[in-house]
Structures are given as structure tokens and as C-alpha cells.
């Protein structure tokens, strides 16, 4: 069974720095595409970035630069890297993974993230 887990979210000042980490089990990184998504209040959700099974990094235009993605050496967690953290930046983060070989998507419970002062 596979499971998504968030943590990492809470308030934080303009400027600032967060690490948000997905816990996942029941799936082989190697073999899924690795994402994060975020949906700001009364706004559509939207990709943030993706780490590809193929080891390739894609992300949203105006988050390069400022966001990471990454995962552990035991793959069994996936981090995003947020700095220099706008309050455009506010919004419910979800952790999300692609089985391209099962075609089946999941989606983690989401954490929240505030910027401001």
C-alpha cells in the first residue's frame, strides 16, 4: 500500500528558509515520478517540481533557482528545498507520485506553508 506523508510546513518569515520532507512508502523512487504541488487559497494547484524515475529534475519557471527537490540516500524520503521564501509562496504543499508502469497516481494529505511577517 502506498503512503505519502508531509511535514515540514509552518510559518515563516519573507526571506525565509523551509525543508519539507514526504515520507513515502510502498514505492520505489527508481521506478515513479516524484513531485511536489502546491494550491494557494482561491488558486488552481500547480506544479512546483518534479524528480522523473530517470533521475532528471523539472521545475516551475519562477521556483528554479530559489527550490530544491531531492530525496535521501534510503530513497524512502522526498525533500523540497524552499529559500528566500515569498508571501506568494503561501500555500498548502502536497507531495504527489506517478507510477507511469501502473499508471496510478497518489497524493499525500498536503502541509501548510505561510510566509509572513
Known amino acids: 500500500q502506498v503512503q505519502l506523508v508531509e511535514s515540514g510546513g509552518g510559518l515563516v518569515q519573507p526571506g525565509g528558509s523551509l525543508r519539507l520532507s514526504c515520507a513515502a512508502s510502498?514505492?520505489?523512487?527508481?521506478?515513479?515520478?516524484m513531485s511536489w504541488y502546491r494550491q494557494a487559497p482561491g488558486k488552481q494547484r500547480e506544479l512546483v517540481a518534479t524528480?522523473?524515475?530517470?533521475?532528471?529534475?523539472n521545475y516551475a519557471g519562477s521556483l528554479k533557482g530559489r527550490f530544491t527537490i531531492s530525496t535521501d540516500s534510503a530513497e524512502s524520503t522526498f525533500y523540497l528545498q524552499m529559500n528566500s521564501l515569498k508571501p506568494d509562496d503561501t500555500a498548502v504543499y502536497y507531495c504527489?507520485?506517478?507510477?507511469?508502469?501502473?499508471?496510478?497516481?497518489?497524493w499525500g494529505q498536503g502541509t501548510q506553508v505561510t510566509v509572513s511577517s
Open positions: 510502498g514505492i520505489i523512487f527508481r521506478s515513479a515520478d
Open positions: 504527489y507520485a506517478w507510477l507511469p508502469a501502473t499508471l496510478r497516481r497518489y
Open positions: 524528480l522523473t524515475s530517470g533521475g532528471s529534475t
